[in-house]
């Protein structure tokens, strides 16, 4: 069994503003880095450590690596990993909400309609992203047999694994919250399936306030 802990990154100015980020970056807030300080602090007084450690190439998520691993002292050994990557939004990435409304109804209306199979230009659709995400952790995980690893990824990439964990449809309309620097604990069995052992844990937290912007 791989014990692998999925993370999302802390909350970033554009989190606030609600912009789609996508491939796309924003840096975090300074609640943010205190999100992933006291997560890190969090590990090291429960003794939490790890024998791998993955983050998104993105500097969101990098950050949140760094600032995670630094009471623990593991830093060294984060290893940037493109395909914990956030869902690719193309041409709906550094847009609000309203802007799209606002600029590309159409884009909007199916956006929002959670239809699984829309692509926005030069995008990922859900079922793209759901395929990624899936093969992406099955393949890290298949490589850390018995071992502890860390994930530091993205609220979509978050919100996929816990669908494919419980085999949610993605025709449904997520029910529930992802957290930034949440608590996110899965287990990989030998043959192949996933089970959840904790999900959302944001005790680390210094108020209880959570911001939930997302789809």
């Keep these: ?33 205190e999100q992933a300080k006291d997560l890190g602090n969090r590990f090291l007084e ?6 791998a450690i993955y983050s998104s190439d993105l500097g969101r998520a990098l950050k949140t690596a760094e600032q995670i ?16 990557r956030e869902r690719s939004l193309g041409h709906i990435e550094g847009l609000t909400y309203q802007e799209l409304a606002d ?3 159409e884009d ?11 692509k926005p230009e030069g995008a990922e659709s859900w079922r793209d992203f759901f395929n ?3 093969s992406s952790l099955k393949e890290i995980a298949l490589q850390h047999n018995d071992e502890q690893i860390l994930c530091v990824t993205h609220g979509g990439f978050v919100s996929m694994a816990l669908r494919f964990c419980l085999n949610i449809n993605l025709q449904y309309k997520r029910q529930f919250s992802i957290p930034n620097t949440a608590v996110n604990v899965f287990e990989f069995h030998s043959e192949g399936s996933w089970k959840l052992r904790t999900w959302g844990d944001i005790s680390h937290f210094k108020n209880g306030k959570i911001l939930d912007e997302m789809l």
């Design 69 to 84: 691993c630094i009471p623990i002292e593991q830093e060294n050994i984060i290893q940037e990993e493109p395909s914990l």
């Design 132 to 134: 990624r995400a899936e």
């Design 108 to 118: 909007y209306k199916r956006h929002v309609s959670g239809d699984p199979d829309y």
């Design 1 to 33: 069994m791989t014990t692998v802990y999925i993370i999302r990154h802390g909350e970033t100015e554009w989190n606030l503003k609600g912009i789609h980020q996508g491939h796309m970056d924003s840096k975090l807030t300074q609640k943010g880095e």
């Design 46 to 51: 429960s003794g939490v450590s790890f024998d």
């Design 103 to 105: 600029q590309m109804p």
